[in-house]
């Protein structure tokens, strides 16, 4: 008897921890759908600051009444170059052999010193950093001319942790930053121009995804890790499940196998991780709109970052914006897209990058039709809306 009551003693203490765990797992479930569609409102929030919308216009200086951009010439010494970066050189022919550009300089709205500002990150390994550019630009009298409009173009200012966005000259009276480190808390509609960052060896070559291929990946990323970016890139290997989820780092230099490999990757991935590295913003943005794969860009809550060309494409349609803070609960909030809307967002992606960056030329001239609506004396309106 004694016995009996000690099994269903033992017996009734079991049910009651399993109820316990039952409840508690219930609780947790609960605690996370919550927490989930909390921040499921949250990412949605911020598209709505994903397009910018500058109703302020500028004015061409003395009464010119058309849009134009000229680049000035080295008076004193015409041979010397000071153009560092294939890039830069790049952007240059594209201007000139463009209907805004005019050889006169009294006649331009907008100056371009061909002086090479891409790179102003001293850390740079790539070579294109372009020293006394204060004593170079003086070569240029526009520049110093308080009655100029000066384009200037910039990828890389600063690197991890502070991502130093100062550049490390000083700036014209009047001037347009086309820049890639641009957030919504040091914008400036008549002053900033946002701009995509790209490898100077980057490959525009058409997409082979034009249509949609099946897709069996979830979620991936594949990239360095960066010993000295200790943040939430390094998090990432805590989603991989090697099934739907696929997160690979690379600590060499990449290889072709492993380009061709990255490639295979995003052709088969509907959502593709687009985080910051050693620049605040990603070269990876292109990358995945190329090849139809939805970016999935993280950030902090305090820097939301404006994608490139904002002023003219609505980025909530084709990204998602996603909070570091909430990283655990990004694969539940992608599997509540719908297919549908999935399928919509990676047309978008593949869209977006033949109109408008499918190679450095389409991504110049994209700019200036930017720059053109945005003065007064503007002869046409660009205000494309996907």
């Known amino acids: 008897m004694i016995r009996t009551l000690l099994i269903f003693s033992n017996i009734s203490q079991r049910l009651t921890f399993l109820l316990f765990i039952c409840i508690l797992i219930c609780l947790v479930q609960i605690a996370l759908i919550f927490q989930l569609f909390s921040h499921h409102d949250k990412v949605h929030s911020s598209s709505r600051f994903m397009k910018l919308n500058c109703k302020q216009k500028l004015l061409c200086p003395n009464n010119i009444t058309r849009f134009s951009i000229h680049i000035d010439k080295n008076i004193q010494y015409p041979n010397i170059s000071y153009i560092r970066s294939s890039v830069f050189a790049i952007i240059l022919d594209t201007i000139r052999n463009s209907s805004y550009y005019t050889n006169d300089s009294t006649s331009a709205c907008i100056h371009i010193a ?25 070569f240029f009298p526009e520049w110093s001319d308080p009655n100029k409009i000066h384009l200037i173009f910039n990828h890389y200012t600063g ?5 130093h966005r100062t550049l490390d000259f000083n700036l014209p009276s009047h001037y347009i930053l086309a820049s890639t480190s641009l957030t919504y808390s040091n914008y400036n509609c008549l002053s900033h121009l946002t701009f995509p960052l790209f490898h100077s060896n980057y490959s525009f070559s058409s997409s082979s995804s034009s249509s949609l291929p099946s897709r ?21 290997r805590h989603l991989n499940n090697n099934h739907d989820i696929i997160i690979k780092y690379t600590d ?10 990255y490639i295979q990757l995003l052709q088969q991935s509907h959502f593709c991780l687009v985080p910051s590295g050693r620049r605040l913003y990603s070269y990876r943005l292109l990358e995945t709109l190329q090849y139809g794969c939805i970016p ?56 977006i990058w033949l109109e408008y960056f499918s190679s450095i030329q389409r991504i110049v001239l994209t700019a200036l039709h930017i720059l053109n609506d945005r003065f007064i004396s503007s002869f046409s309106s660009l205000s494309i809306q996907y």
């Open 159 to 163: 690197t991890w942790p502070s991502y």
């Open 216 to 236: 069996s990946i979830l979620l991936s990323f594949k990239g360095k890790s960066y010993e000295d970016v200790q943040h939430h890139r390094t998090f990432f």
């Open 252 to 261: 060499h230099t990449n290889t072709s196998d492993d380009k061709n490999e």
């Open 114 to 138: 061909p002086v090479d500002t891409i790179d102003r990150d001293r850390r740079s390994k790539n070579g294109d950093y372009l020293y006394f550019i204060e004593q170079r630009l003086k």
């Open 296 to 351: 999935v860009i993280t950030t902090n809550d305090d820097e939301l970052i404006i994608l490139p060309f904002s002023e003219i494409i609505d980025w909530s349609k084709s990204v998602i914006i996603y909070s570091n803070s909430s990283l655990s609960l990004l694969p539940y909030y992608l599997k509540m897209i719908s297919k549908t809307q999935r399928n919509d967002m990676q047309k978008q992606c593949l869209t």
